[in-house]
Nanobody, 120 residues
Framework: VQLQASGGGLVQAGGSLRLSCAVSGRPVSSYNMGWFRQAPGKERVFVAGIWWSAGDYYADAVKGRFTISRDNAKNTVYLQMNSLKPEDAAVYSC???????????????WGQGTLVTVSS
């Protein structure tokens, strides 16, 4: 199983970015997918997840601004990020695992991460 995250970059506060996570070796339609982020000097934290059986869910810090979705035909998961804030700046990573979880330890396969920088 391989995950390739992309779409990060520099954006002004209030702007938008869409991250992509292309997956090979596992159908995104049948597994739990998650996005996590890690800011410099901080722990990796859950951002959003999409469960094959139970829809999508979000961290409180991004609820209403971020949307996770998937394109089964492209086997890709997206994270649409709107109204970005400086505190959203981090390396964003996608992951997949057998459990619908907000815990990074429940995700077994990880992409390499993509950097999001938000200027104020």
């Amino acid at each position: 199983v391989q995950l390739q995250a992309s779409g990060g970059g520099l954006v002004q506060a209030g702007g938008s970015l869409r991250l992509s996570c292309a997956v090979s070796g596992r159908p995104v339609s049948s597994y739990n997918m998650g996005w996590f982020r890690q800011a410099p000097g901080k722990e990796r934290v859950f951002v959003a997840g999409i469960w094959w059986s139970a829809g999508d869910y979000y961290a409180d810090a991004v609820k209403g601004r971020f949307t996770i979705s998937r394109d089964n035909a492209k086997n890709t998961v997206y994270l649409q990020m709107n109204s970005l804030k400086p505190e959203d700046a981090a390396v964003y990573s996608c992951a997949t695992g057998p459990r619908a979880s907000r815990s990074a330890g429940d995700y077994y396969y990880w992409g390499q991460g993509t950097l999001v920088t938000v200027s104020s």
